[in-house]
């Protein structure tokens, strides 16, 4: 894992859209597309903010999200309410190339089957992602792979449905497509991270996020959370 250390959140955010914006115009020369799925929280949102304003190949980006709350259109919990607010408002990104998770269908573990489904039409069987955001929860969670969940133990689907956590349900990737994925970003601010970001550098596999094996990993924090 490569480490880097910013003064403060707002570094960090502005760092991880410079490093997205590389990697995405590196991986278009090399693929043709750039595949990259996205966590919420308020640094991303920042990162997001800052990414939007960059010169990408956006035509040829692909988005996906790495979890949701299950929540109605427009919810304020919604990652995807947060990411048009910093990101799809202001990007030229093509409005199909967006792949919103379906919490709102009336069925969601067929929901959860179309989801993968369309990761494997974009990203390749099995899917395979070129970079992946992820944030650390002070609980060791990631994505919305939380301690205690059914969903740790997923193997055999990409994406999975939570139980309740923080009041929601979650769909969410899970290990088998993270740990496929081309790469890792991972976002760490704020001195509550402090202890849970060891234990991930460690490798520490008694949290969630210490699961997360992607071949290629970056992490990105400030000094409150890295030390």
Request: glycine share 10%; net charge neutral.
């Amino acid at each position: 894992m490569q480490v880097e250390v910013l003064p403060d959140d707002a570094a960090v955010a502005r760092r991880a859209a410079a490093f997205i914006a590389d990697q995405a115009r590196a991986g278009v020369r090399a693929r043709g597309q750039f595949t990259l799925a996205v966590s919420g929280g308020r640094t991303p949102w920042a990162m997001l903010r800052a990414l939007a304003t960059l010169d990408l190949p956006w035509p040829q980006l692909q988005l996906f999200q790495v979890d949701e709350r299950v929540a109605p259109a427009g919810d304020a919990v919604r990652n995807l309410t947060n990411l048009q607010a910093s990101l799809l408002d202001h990007a030229p990104l093509p409005a199909a190339n967006v792949h919103a998770m379906p919490v709102e269908a009336a069925d969601l573990d067929a929901a959860a089957r179309d989801y993968a489904a369309a990761l494997q039409r974009i990203c390749g069987a099995p899917a395979v992602l070129d970079l992946v955001h992820l944030g650390l929860g002070a609980d060791g969670h990631t994505a919305s792979l939380v301690p205690g969940d059914a969903s740790l133990q997923v193997g055999d689907a990409d994406v999975a449905l939570s139980g309740p956590y923080q009041g929601h349900r979650r769909m969410t990737l899970t290990y088998p497509v993270l740990n496929r994925a081309r790469g890792v970003l991972w976002l760490a601010t704020g001195a509550d991270k402090r202890a849970m970001v060891a234990r991930l550098r460690s490798g520490d596999t008694g949290i969630p996020a210490g699961r997360v094996q992607a071949g290629h990993a970056w992490l990105l924090g400030d000094a409150a959370a890295l030390g």
